[in-house]
């Protein structure tokens, strides 16, 4: 599956920002999905993870609360609403698919295919 992020920008503390992951080339109802993120110097970081019927999320704690993760399967579009955002959120988001689910949807080396990313910027 081939995966373009897309909805990334610039905006100041406690705006609002929606990130799209478009989907194409294969079944994206069969798949696990989910966002990373990865600031300049730091190590890639699990953001929030949804399974395939759109019926359970996940979220790491540091966004929970203001952030909220969807998905289309009709439209094969997944999606990250983000509100109150902090200068900490500064990152280049990643969306990406799992084949196969095994429970650590937090773990990045579990996802097969990665979008491109698409760079968010906070500024305070």
């Known amino acids: 599956v081939q995966l373009q992020a897309s909805g990334g920008g610039s905006v100041q503390a406690g705006g609002s920002l929606r990130l799209a992951c478009a989907a194409s080339?294969?079944?994206?109802?069969?798949?696990?999905m989910g966002w990373f993120r990865q600031a300049p110097g730091k190590e890639r970081e699990f953001v929030a993870a949804i399974t395939r019927n759109g019926g359970s999320t996940y979220y790491a704690d540091s966004v929970k609360g203001r952030f909220t993760i969807s998905r289309d399967n009709a439209k094969s579009t997944l999606y990250l609403q983000m509100n109150s955002l902090r200068p900490e959120d500064t990152a280049a988001y990643y969306c990406?698919?799992?084949?196969?689910?095994?429970?650590?949807?937090?773990?990045?080396?579990?996802?097969?295919?990665w979008g491109q990313g698409t760079q968010v910027t906070v500024s305070s």
């Open positions: 080339g294969r079944t994206f109802s069969n798949y696990i």
């Open positions: 990406a698919a799992d084949r196969n689910y095994s429970g650590r949807y937090y773990n990045g080396y579990e996802y097969d295919y």
